[in-house]
């Protein structure tokens, strides 16, 4: 299980441990640790060490010590910027201090100029960075980032929070980091919003702490073993019928695009068959894929069908007509785009959609959380996990809030962030194929939350595997994905 942990739970396991180890112990294996990724990462000589006021900062000067000590054999040639801070330092801190300045590296207390350094290692801030950066601090990680040169950080990249994901500050800064390596355990906010882009390569350093000395986490990362149980090859003595009915709803005028890319993504991804029902029909057959059967929404009887509404569904009298009735009826639903749209403007459909005893998904952006939740979305991206447990909680649904590290929440408040996923996905139609997906998954009797976590993984990885055969990531279109979908989760299902 891959457990993220929030800043609360990482102080709850350092305290902990700080009852039974010898104190330093864990700021000297974090040195060890992050030292031992450096020299990894290190193509030349030149190594700039960042070393904050705070225990971050004695991280790296525990670095410097393990890179430039008399015993070290590595031919490395050590700067440190060590930025002090008015308040003393702790006797961790302190300890380490001592080291690096024994050791042969070089203290400097500005950014030394025309240095073409081989690696940057970033101990500005750590996870305990409450406000945002600014003056001569946001100027150095201005001019760090301009630099453009490989750069580790320590525990998080100094300006991002670990929690959330996000740049502190309304117009913050951050470290820009090609790896960083966690400690104690991995955190939510390098997995999600901006964490993605700032974070680089996550590394986890567990600093020797056995994982039954570990609390629960509150959240953990996305992972086939998530929902193992339902990948499984299929039985020869199956027929259409075995793997459920699809019905996708939307399709108003000028719309019909985004119904049948729902439907082609529940198609390839396993439904034995899939319907569109459209608000606006536009034609008797769909020539590019004639296995998905095309109806009148206000005709179509469902049946057993998995219901997917909102793909270009439109907001007329007709919309919400169907809207109300599959609420009111006992099929399973993923609700996207439209449908989610109308349920904000309404307190009655929400609370309708909240009292349903049947399976419910609905799948917002993050405009559409913020309409639902009555914010903006700069609230909901500002705390990603915490918006997507309120809506769970309020909608009693579960949760796929979309955007970089999909968050994945339910009613009972447990939460995953999903890895996989790449900048391809963010085109017209993306959406529409997960919602399918998730209908598919579905109607194949997996539980409304492996099949949730189960579809935004494989949907990622889809775009994954068409970004690595060069398909990719600029231009990548959502029509690509159902058929790259389907061979990860046969790939998976072997």
Same mark, same amino acid.
């Given at each position: 299980?891959?457990?993220?942990?929030?800043?609360?739970?990482?102080?709850?396991?350092?305290?902990?441990?700080?009852?039974?180890?010898?104190?330093?112990?864990?700021?000297?294996?974090?040195?060890?640790?992050?030292?031992?990724?450096?020299?990894?990462?290190?193509?030349?000589r030149?190594v700039?060490?960042?070393?904050?006021?705070?225990?971050n900062?004695?991280d790296?000067?525990?670095v410097?010590?393990?890179?430039?000590?008399?015993?070290?054999?590595?031919?490395?040639?050590?700067?440190?910027?060590?930025?002090?801070g008015?308040?003393a330092?702790?006797?961790?801190?302190?300890?380490?201090?001592?080291?690096?300045?024994?050791?042969?590296?070089?203290?400097?207390?500005?950014l030394?100029l025309?240095?073409?350094?081989s690696?940057?290692?970033?101990?500005?801030?750590g996870?305990g960075l409450?406000?945002?950066?600014? +003056?001569?601090?946001?100027?150095?990680?201005?001019?760090?980032?301009?630099?453009?040169?490989?750069?580790?950080?320590?525990d998080?990249?100094?300006?991002?929070?670990?929690d959330?994901?996000?740049?502190?500050?309304?117009?913050?800064?951050?470290?820009?980091?090609t790896r960083?390596?966690?400690?104690?355990?991995?955190?939510?906010?390098l997995?999600t919003?901006?964490?993605?882009d700032?974070?680089?390569?996550?590394?986890?350093a567990?600093?020797?702490?056995?994982?039954?000395?570990?609390p629960?986490?509150?959240?953990?990362?996305n992972?086939?073993?998530?929902?193992?149980?339902?990948?499984?090859?299929?039985?020869?003595?199956?027929?259409? +019928?075995?793997?459920?009915?699809?019905?996708?709803?939307?399709?108003?005028?000028?719309?019909?695009?985004?119904?049948?890319?729902?439907?082609?993504?529940?198609?390839?991804?396993?439904?034995?068959?899939?319907?569109?029902?459209a608000?606006?029909?536009?034609?008797?057959?769909?020539?590019?894929?004639?296995?998905?059967?095309l109806?009148?929404?206000?005709?179509?009887?469902?049946?057993?069908?998995?219901?997917v509404?909102?793909?270009?569904?439109?907001?007329?009298v007709?919309?919400m007509?169907?809207?109300?009735?599959?609420?009111?009826?006992?099929?399973a639903?993923?609700?996207?785009?439209d449908?989610?749209?109308?349920i904000?403007?309404?307190?009655?459909?929400?609370?309708r959609?909240?009292?349903?005893?049947?399976?419910?998904?609905?799948?917002?952006h993050?405009?559409?959380?913020a309409r639902?939740?009555?914010?903006?979305?700069?609230?909901?991206?500002?705390?990603?996990?915490?918006?997507?447990?309120?809506?769970?909680?309020?909608?009693?649904?579960?949760?796929?809030?979309?955007?970089?590290?999909?968050?994945?929440?339910?009613a009972?408040?447990?939460?995953?962030?999903?890895?996989?996923?790449?900048?391809?996905?963010a085109?017209?139609g993306?959406?529409?194929?997960?919602?399918?997906?998730?209908?598919?998954?579905?109607?194949?009797?997996?539980?409304p939350?492996?099949?949730?976590?189960?579809?935004?993984?494989?949907?990622?990885?889809?775009a994954?595997?068409?970004?690595?055969?060069?398909? +990719?990531?600029?231009?990548?279109?959502?029509?690509?994905l159902?058929?790259?979908?389907?061979?990860?989760?046969?790939?998976?299902?072997?």
């Amino acid at each position: 299980m891959k457990s993220l942990y929030s800043v609360a739970e990482i102080r709850s396991i350092e305290h902990t441990m700080a009852q039974t180890l010898p104190a330093g112990t864990l700021m000297q294996r974090a040195g060890e640790a992050a030292a031992s990724a450096a020299r990894a990462m290190l193509a030349g000589r030149k190594v700039l060490l960042l070393a904050g006021p705070g225990n971050n900062g004695g991280d790296a000067l525990e670095v410097a010590a393990n890179l430039a000590g008399a015993e070290t054999d590595l031919d490395a040639d050590v700067t440190v910027l060590y930025l002090p801070g008015s308040v003393a330092p702790s006797p961790e801190t302190a300890r380490a201090l001592a080291r690096a300045r024994a050791s042969k590296a070089q203290f400097v207390d500005s950014l030394p100029l025309g240095r073409d350094w081989s690696l940057i290692v970033d101990g500005l801030f750590g996870i305990g960075l409450a406000r945002p950066l600014d +003056g001569d601090m946001r100027a150095l990680v201005e001019s760090i980032n301009g630099l453009g040169r490989p750069l580790l950080a320590l525990d998080v990249p100094s300006g991002l929070d670990a929690d959330t994901g996000a740049v502190i500050g309304p117009d913050g800064v951050a470290i820009q980091a090609t790896r960083t390596i966690t400690f104690i355990g991995d955190k939510p906010g390098l997995h999600t919003f901006e964490g993605r882009d700032y974070a680089g390569q996550v590394q986890l350093a567990p600093l020797g702490i056995d994982p039954g000395q570990r609390p629960p986490a509150g959240a953990r990362l996305n992972e086939p073993a998530l929902f193992a149980r339902h990948l499984a090859p299929r039985r020869h003595n199956s027929h259409k +019928g075995s793997f459920g009915d699809v019905a996708v709803i939307g399709g108003a005028k000028g719309m019909a695009g985004a119904p049948l890319m729902a439907a082609r993504g529940a198609l390839f991804t396993g439904a034995g068959r899939v319907f569109v029902a459209a608000i606006e029909p536009a034609g008797a057959v769909d020539f590019v894929q004639p296995e998905i059967m095309l109806r009148d929404a206000q005709e179509f009887d469902s049946g057993d069908a998995t219901l997917v509404i909102g793909p270009g569904m439109g907001d007329s009298v007709t919309a919400m007509r169907v809207l109300f009735k599959a609420l009111e009826g006992k099929a399973a639903l993923v609700l996207d785009a439209d449908a989610l749209n109308l349920i904000a403007d309404s307190p009655d459909l929400q609370g309708r959609l909240a009292q349903r005893e049947a399976s419910a998904i609905v799948t917002p952006h993050p405009l559409e959380a913020a309409r639902l939740l009555g914010v903006t979305s700069a609230v909901v991206q500002g705390d990603r996990l915490a918006a997507a447990r309120e809506l769970a909680s309020r909608l009693n649904a579960v949760v796929v809030l979309k955007g970089s590290g999909t968050v994945i929440a339910n009613a009972a408040g447990s939460v995953v962030i999903n890895p996989t996923g790449n900048a391809g996905l963010a085109t017209a139609g993306s959406g529409d194929v997960l919602a399918g997906i998730c209908g598919s998954l579905l109607a194949q009797g997996w539980q409304p939350w492996e099949a949730a976590i189960g579809a935004v993984w494989v949907h990622g990885a889809a775009a994954d595997r068409l970004v690595a055969q060069g398909s +990719g990531p600029i231009g990548l279109t959502a029509g690509e994905l159902p058929l790259a979908a389907r061979a990860v989760l046969n790939a998976l299902a072997r």
